[in-house]
């Protein structure tokens, strides 16, 4: 037989679809440091590599699990105690439920994967927001299932429409997606909207999915549940250790049922598909009780300095000719947007960015945005010195930019 070692093997078509701007752009950054420039990272949301550090309390949790030989695996849905203190902030935030709602998990990442893979077949439909988190399209793309986009306004401060949502719902709509707080705009969304969204899950039985992994981290404080304005729509909740809790590194997320009976099938199904990867990082299950049994000053202080470098961000640039910003209101991104010179994109604005100045943002069409609209997103937890300066190359390559076209 002839030798088959020089054929490439092909990888499943499927991939072609699964695309994480945030990540994927890092390559052309790689470059431009190996060219012996410094690249300052503004692409990804961890606090860790700007300096802010895991509580205490938190790694003391898992560095006892560890030494009292919680190595083995945990139960797939997560250990007991995990799971109740889960449950108990659920109670807290207005969402009641039982923990054997609770399924804990690698991050909200795998949280979200979990449901989608129970909720949608191939060719089934996912209202997802634009500008969305990529991971939603990415896991439909795995699926074969189909993002269909809902708007987000930044004229009316990111927020949907939730009439316009209603028009875009179909006999095949599996799920509505709401990040609220959200990623990429820093939006939160005003009481009646939230209303609206639960409305429309539950007259329509499709199952909202509540991102809040950023709901402690408004800055006016913690945001409550969607799910308070109406317990029994179906809601599923999505939070982790990542970003409100300062440990995105140790993959410790959770995710929450409702309590109506209409998610039972589902909530099964998750069940189901958890046993198949066996349990979540156990160690860091311990932490889970600890950040939410314990100590949360932390993330007053955390607010305060995001509050003072959000404030920084939205003066600095709207400062810039040519580039508008929404003032975000949680979280530690902002989405502004460039008025681009006719013929190009946000790729083009963003990568001649990184290679003129080394500040790298992810263009807004990583988020699903339309190229030609403009928009970046930046990541605005360095600290307001090094923001400062970053600011300053921006707008002197933005100015160069504009006017050379
Ligand atoms: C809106 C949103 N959802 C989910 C995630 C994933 O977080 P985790 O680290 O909990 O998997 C992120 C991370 O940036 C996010 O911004």
Redesign the pocket.
Known sequence: MASRTSTTIPVASRISGFVYAIRNIVAEARKVEASGRKVRYLNI?DPIIFGFQTPPHLVDAVARAIRDGHNGYAPSVGIPAARGAVAAECVRRGMPLDADRVVITA???EG?ELALTALAEAGDEVLVPVPT?P?YTAVLAKIGARPVFYDTNPAGGWVPDVEAIRRQITPATRALVV?DPN?PTGATYPTDVRRGLLALADEYNIPLLA?E?YADLAFDGPVEAIAKLNPDAPVITFS?L?KAYLA?GWRS?WLAVGRTERLDDVLAAIKKLADGRLCSNAPMEYAIVAALDGDRSHQQLFRDDLRERSALTVERLNAIDGISVVPPAAAFYAMPKVELPPGTTDADYVLALLRATGVLCVYGSGFGTKPEDGFFRVVFLASPAELSEIYGLIAEFTADYLCRR
């Open positions: 949301g991050g909200t990442s979200i988190y991971l990040i990623n991102d992994v982790s990542s995105p997320g």
